[in-house]
């Protein structure tokens, strides 16, 4: 389905529109997925359900480059021209540490961005951009807390903060609130709110968080091998192939397809 140009924000990061036609990735002899159409503009969050060994994770790994594709994956610019490759943001599922590190949040940082060794302690400017890109995910607190005394929580927006800095065009998130309580659920699920608005990011969210994929998406895909239906929250979770899938109770529209991405 064509979509409509949407002009984007004057705070734009730069590319405005993912476009992925015909996606397609096989492992050896296996095709894990086969004609997947996304299009995605600046400012929205398209989330990417499904069950387990639908092939969620490896479209996302697929659009990173750690797996060959067929098909295509272009991005736009503001005025609908072609752009090379994107600065790509990615968080991961989980990401483990030894519960007695030594290593802290600014550690981590200053590993992750500094051009010297982390136990040389970084500068004042590194410090102060570890400080900001915490600030933007409300976890500026966490600077100088140990890594592996951080709750599932706390650990996600430091992820979340480290894949924000530089901002990047396209942001990834595979399953990053997996094993979360609720309470930290839903401010995960804020603060990428906020910061989509903020930045006019496009975000691709992998999760098994119905609920508040239906508050918070743009635009929703059940995958399946392939895209079994897309569309709003709304049109997606009253699809009576999401009912199917999920166990859901299908609206009353009962309807049997929905657009393509």
């Known amino acids: 389905m064509e979509h409509e140009h949407i002009k984007c924000a004057g705070n734009c990061c730069g590319l405005c529109c993912t476009k992925i036609e015909d996606f397609g990735v096989m492992l050896g002899h296996v095709k894990i997925i086969e004609n997947v159409n996304m299009h995605i503009h600046c400012g929205e969050l398209t989330a990417i359900i499904g069950p387990n060994g639908a092939g969620k994770s490896t479209l996302l790994k697929a659009i990173l480059g750690e797996y060959k594709h067929t098909g295509s994956l272009t991005y736009m610019d503001a005025k609908g021209e072609r752009e090379g490759s994107p600065l790509i943001g990615y968080v991961p599922q989980h990401l483990d540490f030894d519960n ?11 590993s992750c961005n500094a051009k010297s060794p982390a136990f040389f302690r970084g500068s004042k400017k590194q410090k102060n951009r570890a400080k900001e890109s915490l600030q933007r995910v409300n976890a500026e607190h966490l600077l100088h807390k140990r890594l ?6 706390e650990l996600q927006r430091v992820l979340l903060a480290l894949a924000l800095d530089p901002i990047p065009d396209l942001l990834l998130l595979d399953e990053p609130v997996s094993g979360i309580d609720q309470k930290g659920l839903a401010l995960f699920y804020k603060t990428l709110s906020d910061i989509k608005t903020q930045y006019d990011l496009t975000i691709i969210l992998v999760s098994h968080d119905l609920a508040l994929i239906k508050s918070h998406a743009d635009r929703v895909m059940l995958l399946n091998k392939t895209v079994v239906c897309a569309g709003t929250p709304q049109e997606v979770f ?5 009912s199917e899938l999920f166990g859901l109770p299908v609206g009353p529209g009962k309807k049997e397809d929905s657009e393509n991405a």
């Not at 592996?148 to 929580?153: A, E, F, N």
């Open 238 to 242: 009253d699809n009576a192939k999401t």
């Open 100 to 110: 007695g590190t030594p290593a802290s949040v600014l550690d981590l940082f200053l």
């Open 148 to 153: 592996g005394v951080l709750s599932g929580g």
